[in-house]
């Protein structure tokens, strides 16, 4: 199917059965024009052939009345707020929040945290301060508990092991 532009009169191939029994909506691709297309049957086609061949040359063309292409409407740039949109004058008259400037953070209610590896740390010292306190009072421990001279050497060799570990790992790389 053949298809002209009323504006400007262009021509364009349509497949037949893009254009329904109901019509449809098509749209110039060279002017932009738009209007509601319905199937042309055979009959009006033969009919439309035979008068413009029935026009004589003498005649001249009458001036279609042409519809302007729509422009596309043009990004405006808009005009920056004259009032914030989020100051206290603006939320008071709009929403009726009122703000009060004065408000200050309580200490009482922040919180305080350490963190993952501060905490890491701080049980890291509390171990080295315990041992070392149990290493200077030993020699008192034993004298007056016996039994934990056992305990307490054992201890000590284990953090021993300890350290020749880290110090073997530490080397081999």
């Not at 009458?62 to 043009?74: C, G, L, N, V």
């Not at 945290?113 to 290493?135: A, K, P, T």
Request: hydrophobic share 35%; proline share 5%; glycine share 4%.
């Amino acid at each position: 199917m053949i298809l002209n532009c009323n504006s400007c009169s262009k021509k364009f191939v349509v497949p037949d059965k893009a254009i329904t029994a109901s019509g449809r909506l098509v749209q110039c691709g060279s002017c932009g024009n738009k209007w509601k297309q319905f199937p042309i049957n055979e009959n009006q086609q033969t009919e439309l052939s035979t008068k413009v061949e029935k026009k004589s040359p003498n005649q001249q063309k009458t001036p279609q009345k042409t519809q302007k292409p729509k422009r596309a409407k043009k990004n405006a740039s808009r005009k920056p707020r004259e009032i914030d949109l989020y100051s206290p004058e603006y939320l008071a008259k709009k929403h009726g929040i009122k703000l009060s400037e004065d408000v200050k953070p309580t200490l009482s209610k922040t919180k305080v945290s350490f963190g993952f590896y501060n905490s890491l740390l701080l049980l890291l010292v509390i171990i080295i301060i315990l041992s070392r306190g149990l290493y200077f009072s030993q020699e008192f421990i034993v004298q007056k508990l016996p039994f934990t001279e056992f305990y307490i050497d054992y201890f000590f060799e284990s953090i021993r092991n300890m350290f020749v570990i880290w110090k073997n790992l530490i080397s081999s790389y």
